[in-house]
């Protein structure tokens, strides 16, 4: 990138300058800093770090803080997670550079540094010769990366999930978003509750078992445990020559939960055969071999920690994932969507009745699913 482009992708000299002042109070190695944005995220903004002489990269990336409105709590959670899995793989033999993220810390010695403007910033390795994908091409890459995430969770199962913030309360509370929906339908500010009278109607009929899993948790039968909240396929990196998964980013949304809620929302977003916002209903169903490559996976590596409890209620996480995306696109519909983006009108409606209809699918082979994890 010369020096007119890098302008144009910063916003300007000003902007560089600003970055590059935000860069050197990290611990980085000395010599020349070449800063180029980096990947599609719509969350926190993405720069690709180089110095002069180094061959690794670094990742700098501002905390979006209308999101994350505690990024300290966010950076805690992630570098005491990071550091308890760095010692595990060490234990195991592996290579924690690039089987875990690695926070470069501030000159001050925090995981973060803010700039004159009360922005929040932050550093990791970059892990090279890595690779994503949004969706599977097989069930053989989605079942790597049940692995994955399976080693994610059996390396943290010593760690105290309590001792985390809770950085999004009520993030998988399924029978609170429930409350949100019914709230948002009695104001109906739109005036839109009219074309979503059966959606609702749907989502309120599955009201009795919406709290399976938060009740599993009170009365102690399913254990908190340490959960990565977002175990979409596009954050696990894999190995560009091997196709071997190895790596586990994006740890925002760590925080104390239940192991269902991780594998129900990969199952939710790998073994759809649709788009999320898909609008054809009739493309939309459930992947069978999908969901037990991932289940073989993922148990493969988490199973043996689990209790016979946990391991059913892992198709429930399917379930309610599903269902409570549902009841958030359409409960967001009719409070005139403001928390997620929009690209049309009624984007929020499509996305809820894509889900509703997912959901429909799971309850179809409910009997099977429950069998590709038995």
């Given at each position: 990138m010369n020096g007119k482009e890098s302008r144009q992708a910063y916003g300007g000299e000003s902007m560089e300058r600003e970055l590059l002042q935000v860069v050197r109070a990290f611990e980085l190695p000395e010599g020349e800093i070449r800063i180029e944005p980096f990947g599609n995220g719509h969350i926190n903004r993405t720069y690709a770090v180089s110095v002069e002489g180094e061959k690794h990269r670094y990742i700098l990336q501002l905390i979006n803080h209308h999101v994350f409105q505690r990024p300290d709590q966010v950076q805690e959670n992630i570098l005491a997670v990071t550091s308890h899995l760095r010692k595990k793989i060490r234990e195991e033999g592996g290579d924690p550079e690039r089987e875990t993220m690695r926070v470069i810390p501030a000159r001050d010695g925090k995981p973060w540094t803010r700039d004159g403007e009360g922005q929040w910033w932050r550093v990791f390795l970059f892990v090279?010769?890595?690779e994503s994908r949004d969706l599977p091409d097989s069930p053989e890459v989605f079942s790597r990366c049940g692995r994955a995430f399976g080693r994610f969770q059996r390396r943290l199962e010593d760690?105290?999930?309590e001792n985390l913030h809770e950085t999004i309360p009520n993030f998988h509370n399924t029978p609170w978003r429930m409350e949100q929906l019914e709230d948002a339908a009695r104001r109906d500010p739109e005036g839109r509750l009219s074309e979503v009278r059966e959606e609702l109607d749907f989502c309120l009929r599955r009201a009795e078992w919406a709290g399976k899993l938060t009740e599993g948790l009170k009365a102690g039968v399913l254990p908190l445990?340490?959960?990565?909240n977002d175990t979409k396929l596009n954050n696990v990196l894999l190995d560009r020559k091997t196709g071997e998964a190895l790596c586990v980013v994006d740890l925002d949304t760590v925080m104390p939960g239940l192991l269902a809620y991780d594998f129900g929302e990969a199952i939710r977003t790998g073994a759809s055969t649709a788009p999320e916002d898909e609008q054809n209903l009739s493309r939309i169903g459930l992947s069978l071999p999908m969901v037990r490559a991932y289940a073989g996976g993922f148990l493969a590596e988490a199973g043996a920690g689990m209790s016979p409890e946990e391991k059913k209620s892992l198709p429930w996480g399917a379930?309610?994932?599903t269902l409570e995306n549902g009841v958030r696109f359409l409960t967001d519909y009719l409070d005139g969507d403001h928390y997620f983006a929009v690209h049309r009108p009624r984007h929020n409606l499509e996305r809820?009745?894509?889900?509703l209809t997912l959901l429909k699918r799971m309850e179809e082979c409910w009997d099977?699913?429950?069998a590709a994890v038995e």
């Open positions: 090279e010769e890595t760690f105290p999930a445990r340490v959960t990565h379930r309610l994932m809820a009745r894509a889900q099977e699913m429950q």
